[in-house]
């Protein structure tokens, strides 16, 4: 169970030291495509204040960020987002949220190092918008599990539609996510965390203990 965040802590500038039980450090990115809920994912999770380098849009933009679906949306990131989050076990997540513009795709690689998973936002709305994401996550070799961002507006599916659509191998977790909800976000990021445990356990993938570097 993830320890919840708390306004109070980070306002106070508690909880900012690790905790004495960390037993690892893992880097896991949210990616996802432009407007798809990372920002919002890690703002429901982070114990401490997240970190946000956001620019608001402006009309030059209009023509290279692609709005539909997402019209009410006014900010981007334009570097990462980091936030962190502590669960059982003393393993402790560092979260950096990826830009998600095809003009942003020069920072993946220095994003990405040292990662050791992706958590891969979809927003089933706009399904196409996600292939480019998830060819970065799969050309790296990052285990991932794909999370489907809930909007009111958005088309029922079943799973083996879904997974069809995003042509996903039969072992990648697929979990419904309300990225506004801290607890179906921390579910979110338990489903990736398990599926890395489970790699290692079949001794494929990065191995836990390994220095987290960015």
Known sequence: MASAPSSNDTDCGVGLHLPDTTRE???ILVAGPFGVGKTTLIDSVSEIRPLHTEEH???A???VDDLAGVRDKTTTTVAIDFGRIS???GIVLYLFGTPGQERFRSLWADIAHGALGALV??????IDDSF?????VEESGLPYAVALNTFPDARSYTADQLRGSLDLE???PMVVCDARDTNSSVDALLSLVQHLIAGHAEGAGPQYGDPVTW
């Open 170 to 172: 039969p072992g990648t």
């Open 25 to 27: 450090l893992v880097k």
């Open 132 to 136: 480019d994401v998830l060819g970065l």
């Open 87 to 89: 669960l059982d076990a």
């Open 121 to 126: 936002l979809v927003d089933t709305r706009r």
């Open 57 to 59: 849009l402006t009309e």
């Open 61 to 63: 933009s209009v023509s």
